[in-house]
């Protein structure tokens, strides 16, 4: 069995919508108290009033950017506030507008980089001094399969941000293993959010035919590997990466698929 995590405390950027929202509703069943962070109010609120129902721990919202370093020191300062520390962080927010490469413009590539990249970097920086103090800190990056595995006209930039997440983490979790900070990704590959209903029946159906298990994830899955790698039985698991994609990622040409 792992050892519960009851009264530990989360905190998920991006965590009002989709993959962040799936990640913050897992840990509430398991009873951590849970921070999440986004830009906007109003969708934090329903958020939160959705998500308070699920766990004995409670769930708190901040209003805040992570591309700017400041917003990503008051949400640890709000975790440390509410909940007297943080054991976890699950830095998932993250922007990904689709554009052509040869249309890209600095502006659209500072966009995705300021949040996916920057945003990670520093929204750890600023929990590590709580996590250190948590004596089992946590660190889980929402990455994809898009970037680090695969590749998709329209994300050049997207892909890039998404394998610099894991450049980052190979990093930090040697400079953080001292800290007994572990920090670790999960890649999803096709996860049904509301961003991917924006998408079209056509991408959501050409998408499942590319999938050995013909359907897409579900938000709480990605919350499940995040959930193992939060436990105290994942303590000497640091610089990994999970891959939760119902074999996307495995077929080596359509043919694979023929008959599946
Ligand atoms: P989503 O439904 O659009 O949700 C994104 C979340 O991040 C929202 O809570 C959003 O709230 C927040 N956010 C965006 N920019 C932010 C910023 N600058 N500061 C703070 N919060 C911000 O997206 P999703 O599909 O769940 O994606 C979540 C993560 O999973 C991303 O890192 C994405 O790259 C990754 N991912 C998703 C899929 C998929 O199939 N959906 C696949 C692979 C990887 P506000 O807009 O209010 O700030």
Known sequence: MFTPLNGRSVVV????????????????????????????????????ADLGTEGAGRVETVAADVSKVADCRRIAATAVDRFGGIDVLCANAGVFPDKAFTELTEADVDEVFDCNVKGTMFSVQACLAALEASGRGRVIITSSITGPI?????????????????????????????????????????????????????????????????????????GYAALYLATDEAAYVTGQTIVVDGGQVLPESPAALEGI
């Open 13 to 48: 950027t991006g965590g009002s919508k989709g993959i962040g929202k799936g990640i913050a509703r897992v840990f509430a069943r398991a009873g951590a108290d849970v921070l999440i962070a986004a830009r906007d109010e109003a969708t934090l609120a329903t958020a939160a």
């Open 150 to 222: 695969t590749g998709f006209p329209g994300w050049a930039h997207y892909g890039a941000s998404k394998a610099a997440q894991l450049g980052f983490l190979r990093t930090a979790a040697i400079e953080l293993a001292p800290k007994r900070v572990t920090v670790n990704a999960v890649l999803p590959g096709n996860i049904a959010t509301e961003g991917l209903a924006d998408m079209g029946p056509e991408y959501r159906a050409g998408m499942e035919a590319a999938i050995p298990q013909h359907r897409l994830g579900e938000v709480e899955d990605i």
